[in-house]
Structures are given as structure tokens and as C-alpha cells.
């Protein structure tokens, strides 16, 4: 029955928000935090401060920004009750850590981090905030799990507008690779069940990047361009160069996962690439079109030595998902909808929303086993 399911929905809350609830040190801030969390998952068409005011029955949306603004709490120590919760429901030895940036577009200048810079959001150069954020999937499911906000130099080498933003002294510059090894750091470290990571080109070519995951034993299946040197046993070489040349009986078809079509096939080559040390191995996963064999995109792997042609392409399959994540939480979330320009603000705001998207995931992950069904969020209020 309906009534079910809706006890169903506020009790799945109610277990969220007790895993944080004691990050709030007053009644008001904490009842204020759950407000806007029940916000996030209505369905409003926009999620800002005045929507959520009003949603709330509230003539004016001080509540609300003394909450993102002003109020005392931790949103890291939200961030890490937040590991714990996905971990408990979603939690698989073949989950995937997923690094990942979107873009916000913003009109100002004044919003922490804001310039004109590639956004791959919208395709092109925008005055815009980039978020660099970690996503887990499993079999059970997938969610946005952390965030990072990148500071362009400018802005880290600009005393006066770091004040205005309210960004700390001890927060320097950082690449995006960079931001994305603090959040793997973190997860690994929360014990997130996890095996395998995977990135674009713009983690994938960085070699610190995967540096630090060789070190750590962390598998991975990362995107590089064509023209990334790569070593083999007669030198290095360009993985356009060895797609050239490799063999027909090379080649798989093989599916790298369920897409909104059904199984994503693709043609397949593995190479193996020299310099396997205490029992893991490197290799050069090739991906080319089916309708169009130009097509072709490159991964570096690293992993257990005698890793399955089958296991590589299922991890380069899941980097998809956090594309999912974005989308979802975007549209059911708010994840783009705020209205803030401090730094702490910017990562408050987000918090809760991970905490939201990632109710969400397990709410579905649970009507799959046959609990309460997630058609949630105007039942919620």
C-alpha cells in the first residue's frame, strides 16, 4: 500500500540523517539541515535558497543561508558519516571509484573559483566553477560520494578576492589529478569497498596520478589520448600505433555494460605491457566503434596479474556512471542550483546534496530487493 511505502521513504531518511546528526552542535541548524535536505529530494523545479524557503513555508531565505553561510558545522565530518552510509548499503568487493569534474556556469566574478575556463559541461570555454567529484558504483548501485572545488592560480595568487570568498590561507592551488587523489585518499582510507578506479584522459595521462595507485594497489582503467608514449618490450610507443597493428584475432565484441539501449558493444583489443612487480601487471585496453572503426579510444590498466580481458572493459564501461550521477543529480537534486559565492558555502551546499543523491541510490537499490518503492520525493513533506 501507499502509506507503506511512504513510512518506507521517511524511515530510509530518518536513517540518514541520524548517521550526522550529531555533526550539529545546536537543534536549530540541525533541524535546519533536514529541511533543507527534504527540499532537495521535492520536486521543485529549482533548488535555491528562496525555492527551499518557500517550499519550507518560509517568507524569506535567511534561514536557509545561515545554514550554507553562517551556521557552525563540519561539512567534511558530514562527508565521512556519508562514507559510512554508502558503504553499509552499496558496499561490493568490485565497486569502482570514479573521478570525474562538471561544470557550474555563474554570470559573476564572485563566486569562489569562478573564471572563464573549459568546461566540459558545456563543450566549450564558459565563466563557470569546475567541481572535481568521486563517485562509487557497484552492483548495487551508484551515487556521488565526494567533491572538490578547483581554484584556478588566479585565484589562489589573489589575496583580496580569496578574502572576499572567505578561502583560508592553508588552501593553495591544486590540479584536478591532484583533487582527485585527496578524495580517493579519503575513501580508500574510510574503507570504501572498492578495486578498481577509473578517470578520463585528464587524470589517465597524469603520471602522478597514476603513480599514487600503483603504490596503493588500487587497479585501474584510465583513459589516455592517442599520442600518450606507452612502453613495450621494443621501446615506447603511441596506442594508435599499436591499435594499427594489431592482429584481427585481437579483437572482442564484447558489451561494457547496459545502456539506456541495452548492452553497449564494442570491439575490444588487450595488450600486455611490460613491467608486472609483486603480482600485478600492466596493459593497453583499445575500445573501437562498431559503426565506425575510426572511432577508437585508449586505456592504461594496471592490476592483478592474470586480470580477465572481461574485468578491464567492465571497469572502462563503469566510468559512465558518474556521467549518470552528474545528470540525476542535477535534475533531481539541485546539485547546480545554488545560489552561493563563498567557499565553504559552495562545499555545504554540495554535501547535502551528495547526501540526498545518494539517498536516492539506496532507496532504489532497496525496491530492487523488494523494500519500499522510490518514487519518492513529493511524498516526502
Not at 562514507?83 to 556556469?105: K, M, N, R, W
Not at 565484441?253 to 553497449?264: L, N, T
Not at 540525476?328 to 565553504?344: F, I, M, N, P, S
Request: glycine share 10%; net charge positive.
Amino acid at each position: 500500500m501507499l502509506i507503506d511505502e511512504i513510512v518506507g521513504w521517511r524511515a530510509g531518511l530518518d536513517d540518514l540523517l541520524a548517521r550526522f546528526a550529531h555533526r550539529f552542535g545546536r537543534a536549530e541548524p540541525r533541524r535546519q539541515a533536514l529541511t533543507y535536505l527534504i527540499g532537495l529530494l521535492s520536486p521543485l523545479a529549482s533548488k535555491n535558497g528562496w525555492t527551499l524557503a518557500e517550499a519550507a513555508g518560509d517568507a524569506t531565505p535567511d534561514r536557509m543561508q545561515r545554514l550554507l553561510n553562517r551556521s557552525a558545522w563540519d561539512p567534511d565530518a558530514v562527508r565521512d558519516d556519508l562514507f559510512a552510509y554508502v558503504s553499509e548499503h552499496l558496499g561490493d568487493d568490485d565497486g569502482v571509484l570514479i573521478v570525474d569534474e562538471t561544470g557550474f556556469l555563474k554570470k559573476g566574478i564572485k563566486s569562489a573559483g569562478v573564471q572563464r575556463q573549459y568546461s566540459g559541461t558545456a563543450g566549450r570555454t564558459e565563466n563557470c566553477q569546475l567541481g572535481v567529484f568521486l563517485a562509487y558504483a557497484s552492483p548495487a548501485g551508484r551515487t556521488l560520494i565526494d567533491r572538490e572545488l578547483y581554484l584556478p592560480r588566479g585565484w589562489c595568487d589573489d589575496p583580496a578576492r580569496r578574502e572576499e570568498a572567505g578561502i583560508a590561507a592553508n588552501i593553495g592551488f591544486a590540479t584536478k589529478p591532484a583533487l582527485g587523489l585527496r578524495m580517493l585518499e579519503r575513501a580508500i582510507t574510510a574503507g570504501l569497498s572498492a578495486r578498481w578506479v577509473t578517470a578520463d584522459e585528464a587524470y589517465g595521462q597524469d603520471s602522478k596520478f597514476r603513480t599514487w595507485l600503483q603504490q596503493h594497489r588500487m587497479g585501474y582503467v584510465l583513459a589516455v589520448p592517442c599520442n600518450q608514449r606507452v612502453p613495450t618490450t621494443m621501446g615506447s610507443s603511441r596506442p594508435d600505433v599499436l591499435a594499427a597493428n594489431a592482429p584481427g584475432l585481437a579483437w572482442k565484441r564484447r558489451s561494457c555494460g547496459d545502456g539506456a539501449k541495452g548492452p553497449r558493444l564494442y570491439d575490444w583489443a588487450v595488450a600486455s605491457l611490460p613491467g608486472t612487480v609483486d603480482g600485478f601487471g600492466h596493459w593497453l585496453l583499445i575500445r573501437r566503434s562498431i559503426t565506425n572503426p575510426t572511432d577508437l579510444a585508449y586505456y592504461l590498466c594496471f592490476g592483478p596479474a592474470g586480470t580477465q580481458d572481461e574485468q578491464l572493459i567492465r571497469v572502462a564501461g563503469t566510468r559512465w556512471a558518474i556521467e549518470e550521477c552528474f545528470q540525476t543529480a542535477k535534475t533531481e537534486v539541485g546539485l547546480d542550483h545554488y545560489q552561493v559565492r563563498r567557499y565553504d558555502a559552495w562545499y555545504r551546499h554540495i554535501t547535502l546534496v551528495l547526501c540526498a543523491h545518494a539517498y536516492l541510490a539506496i532507496t532504489a537499490a532497496q525496491a530492487k530487493k523488494g523494500a519500499p518503492n522510490p518514487m519518492m520525493a513529493s511524498f516526502l513533506l
